[in-house]
Protein backbone atom coordinates (compact mmCIF):
# COMPACT_ATOMS: atom_id res chain seq x y z
CA UNK A 1 0.00 0.00 0.00
CA UNK A 2 1.47 3.66 -1.32
CA UNK A 3 1.16 6.22 1.66
CA UNK A 4 -1.45 8.14 -0.49
CA UNK A 5 -3.57 4.86 -0.20
CA UNK A 6 -3.44 4.88 3.17
CA UNK A 7 -4.49 8.75 3.48
CA UNK A 8 -7.24 7.10 1.40
CA UNK A 9 -7.99 5.00 3.76
CA UNK A 10 -7.51 6.37 7.01
CA UNK A 11 -9.42 9.47 5.72
CA UNK A 12 -12.70 7.26 4.82
CA UNK A 13 -12.67 5.42 7.97
CA UNK A 14 -12.67 8.63 9.65
CA UNK A 15 -15.50 9.58 7.47
CA UNK A 16 -17.31 6.32 8.55
CA UNK A 17 -16.93 7.18 12.23
CA UNK A 18 -18.23 10.48 11.81
CA UNK A 19 -21.13 9.61 9.83
CA UNK A 20 -21.62 6.61 12.54
CA UNK A 21 -21.75 8.44 15.15
CA UNK A 22 -23.88 11.32 14.07
CA UNK A 23 -26.42 8.63 13.11
CA UNK A 24 -25.67 6.75 16.57
CA UNK A 25 -26.23 9.86 18.58
CA UNK A 26 -29.46 11.28 16.83
CA UNK A 27 -30.85 7.64 17.16
CA UNK A 28 -30.01 8.03 20.90
CA UNK A 29 -31.27 12.28 21.54
CA UNK A 30 -34.70 11.02 19.80
CA UNK A 31 -35.05 8.49 22.25
CA UNK A 32 -35.55 11.52 25.10
CA UNK A 33 -38.13 13.19 22.39
CA UNK A 34 -36.09 16.01 22.07
CA UNK A 35 -38.57 18.21 19.93
CA UNK A 36 -38.84 21.55 20.96
CA UNK A 37 -43.00 22.96 21.49
CA UNK A 38 -43.22 24.32 18.18
CA UNK A 39 -41.71 20.97 16.67
CA UNK A 40 -44.03 19.03 18.64
CA UNK A 41 -47.05 21.15 17.29
CA UNK A 42 -45.83 21.01 13.74
CA UNK A 43 -45.60 17.85 13.67
CA UNK A 44 -48.83 17.10 14.97
CA UNK A 45 -50.35 19.54 12.75
CA UNK A 46 -48.43 17.30 9.55
CA UNK A 47 -49.39 14.09 10.96
CA UNK A 48 -53.28 15.22 11.40
CA UNK A 49 -53.12 16.01 8.16
CA UNK A 50 -52.14 12.72 6.18
CA UNK A 51 -53.81 10.36 8.67
CA UNK A 52 -56.74 9.73 6.78
CA UNK A 53 -54.16 8.67 3.72
CA UNK A 54 -52.67 5.78 5.95
CA UNK A 55 -54.10 1.91 5.30
CA UNK A 56 -51.46 0.52 8.06
CA UNK A 57 -52.39 1.73 11.80
CA UNK A 58 -49.43 2.08 12.84
CA UNK A 59 -47.94 4.67 10.11
CA UNK A 60 -48.57 7.74 11.69
CA UNK A 61 -46.38 6.20 14.78
CA UNK A 62 -43.93 5.48 12.62
CA UNK A 63 -43.92 8.98 10.51
CA UNK A 64 -43.75 10.48 14.26
CA UNK A 65 -40.70 8.92 15.26
CA UNK A 66 -38.96 9.21 11.35
CA UNK A 67 -39.27 12.85 12.19
CA UNK A 68 -38.45 13.01 15.30
CA UNK A 69 -34.58 10.91 14.36
CA UNK A 70 -34.54 13.40 11.46
CA UNK A 71 -34.79 16.23 13.61
CA UNK A 72 -32.79 15.00 15.74
CA UNK A 73 -30.05 14.48 13.31
CA UNK A 74 -29.83 18.35 12.50
CA UNK A 75 -29.03 18.86 16.71
CA UNK A 76 -26.31 16.68 17.02
CA UNK A 77 -25.17 18.35 13.89
CA UNK A 78 -25.53 21.60 15.62
CA UNK A 79 -23.72 20.12 18.96
CA UNK A 80 -21.08 18.83 16.66
CA UNK A 81 -20.47 22.66 15.86
CA UNK A 82 -20.73 24.24 18.90
CA UNK A 83 -23.99 25.83 17.63
CA UNK A 84 -25.62 27.22 21.17
CA UNK A 85 -29.42 26.86 20.33
CA UNK A 86 -30.98 27.54 23.89
CA UNK A 87 -33.37 29.75 23.83
CA UNK A 88 -36.28 28.26 21.47
CA UNK A 89 -39.10 30.38 20.92
CA UNK A 90 -42.56 29.46 21.45
CA UNK A 91 -45.87 30.32 19.65
CA UNK A 92 -46.15 28.74 15.98
CA UNK A 93 -49.69 28.09 16.57
CA UNK A 94 -51.25 29.60 13.14
CA UNK A 95 -51.58 27.12 10.49
CA UNK A 96 -50.07 30.05 8.31
CA UNK A 97 -46.98 30.17 9.95
CA UNK A 98 -47.01 25.86 9.87
CA UNK A 99 -47.58 26.30 5.89
CA UNK A 100 -44.79 28.48 6.25
CA UNK A 101 -42.61 26.16 7.95
CA UNK A 102 -43.47 23.74 5.66
CA UNK A 103 -42.56 25.36 2.60
CA UNK A 104 -39.31 26.72 4.00
CA UNK A 105 -38.50 22.44 4.52
CA UNK A 106 -39.22 21.59 1.22
CA UNK A 107 -36.51 23.84 0.57
CA UNK A 108 -33.98 22.82 2.77
CA UNK A 109 -34.67 18.97 1.35
CA UNK A 110 -34.59 19.98 -1.91
CA UNK A 111 -31.18 21.36 -1.37
CA UNK A 112 -30.53 17.96 0.18
CA UNK A 113 -31.66 15.91 -2.46
CA UNK A 114 -29.59 17.58 -4.74
CA UNK A 115 -26.84 15.94 -3.89
CA UNK A 116 -24.62 19.34 -3.29
CA UNK A 117 -26.40 20.47 -0.54
CA UNK A 118 -27.29 23.77 -2.30
CA UNK A 119 -25.49 26.95 -2.18
CA UNK A 120 -25.71 28.03 0.88
CA UNK A 121 -25.49 24.35 2.00
CA UNK A 122 -28.25 24.19 4.25
CA UNK A 123 -25.64 21.71 6.30
CA UNK A 124 -23.65 22.79 8.92
CA UNK A 125 -21.24 19.73 8.21
CA UNK A 126 -20.12 18.70 5.56
CA UNK A 127 -23.19 17.80 3.16
CA UNK A 128 -22.03 14.46 2.29
CA UNK A 129 -21.25 13.45 5.90
CA UNK A 130 -24.84 14.70 6.20
CA UNK A 131 -26.17 12.90 3.95
CA UNK A 132 -24.56 9.80 4.86
CA UNK A 133 -25.90 10.01 8.86
CA UNK A 134 -29.53 10.70 6.89
CA UNK A 135 -29.19 7.71 5.23
CA UNK A 136 -28.40 5.65 8.00
CA UNK A 137 -31.18 6.72 9.80
CA UNK A 138 -33.48 6.07 6.77
CA UNK A 139 -32.00 2.50 6.28
CA UNK A 140 -32.41 1.74 10.31
CA UNK A 141 -35.89 3.41 10.58
CA UNK A 142 -37.22 1.00 6.95
CA UNK A 143 -35.46 -2.10 8.76
CA UNK A 144 -36.93 -1.54 12.44
CA UNK A 145 -40.51 -1.42 9.96
CA UNK A 146 -39.14 -4.77 7.60
CA UNK A 147 -40.81 -7.53 10.25
CA UNK A 148 -44.24 -5.59 11.07
CA UNK A 149 -45.04 -4.52 7.18
CA UNK A 150 -43.08 -6.30 4.70
CA UNK A 151 -45.57 -9.13 4.45
CA UNK A 152 -48.55 -6.57 3.71
CA UNK A 153 -47.10 -4.94 0.90
CA UNK A 154 -46.98 -5.78 -2.31
CA UNK A 155 -43.20 -5.05 -4.05
CA UNK A 156 -44.87 -1.25 -5.29
CA UNK A 157 -46.03 -0.41 -2.19
CA UNK A 158 -43.02 -1.38 -0.03
CA UNK A 159 -41.24 1.48 -2.24
CA UNK A 160 -43.73 3.80 -1.71
CA UNK A 161 -43.65 2.85 2.37
CA UNK A 162 -39.69 2.90 1.92
CA UNK A 163 -39.96 6.66 0.26
CA UNK A 164 -42.78 7.59 3.04
CA UNK A 165 -40.31 6.84 5.75
CA UNK A 166 -37.27 8.82 3.94
CA UNK A 167 -39.10 11.56 3.32
CA UNK A 168 -40.42 11.63 7.12
CA UNK A 169 -36.70 11.83 8.00
CA UNK A 170 -35.70 14.43 5.87
CA UNK A 171 -38.69 16.61 6.69
CA UNK A 172 -37.72 16.26 10.10
CA UNK A 173 -34.05 17.19 9.54
CA UNK A 174 -35.03 20.32 7.59
CA UNK A 175 -38.16 21.88 9.71
CA UNK A 176 -34.93 21.67 12.77
CA UNK A 177 -33.05 23.63 9.92
CA UNK A 178 -35.60 26.27 9.41
CA UNK A 179 -36.32 26.19 13.09
CA UNK A 180 -33.06 27.51 14.04
CA UNK A 181 -32.48 29.53 11.26
CA UNK A 182 -35.53 31.47 12.55
CA UNK A 183 -32.66 32.20 15.57
CA UNK A 184 -30.17 32.98 13.28
CA UNK A 185 -28.12 29.56 13.17
CA UNK A 186 -27.17 28.69 9.76
CA UNK A 187 -24.05 26.71 7.68
CA UNK A 188 -21.71 30.31 8.90
CA UNK A 189 -23.08 29.75 12.59
CA UNK A 190 -24.63 31.63 14.87
CA UNK A 191 -25.56 35.12 13.50
Known amino acids: MTSSDETTAAATASTATVVEDL???A??????HALSAN???YRRWRLERDEADHRVAEI???AATAFLTGYCVRQVEQSFCGVDVAGLATGLASEQRMLEWERQA???AKAML???GGDPSPTLLDHVLV???LDDVIGREIDKRNEHVREQLSADDWSQFEGFIAWWVMHGYAICT???SLLGVTAEGTT
Open 39 to 41: AAQ
Open 23 to 25: AFR
Open 27 to 32: RALAQA
Open 178 to 180: VEY
Open 114 to 116: SGA
Open 60 to 62: SAW
Open 131 to 133: AAA
Open 106 to 108: GLV
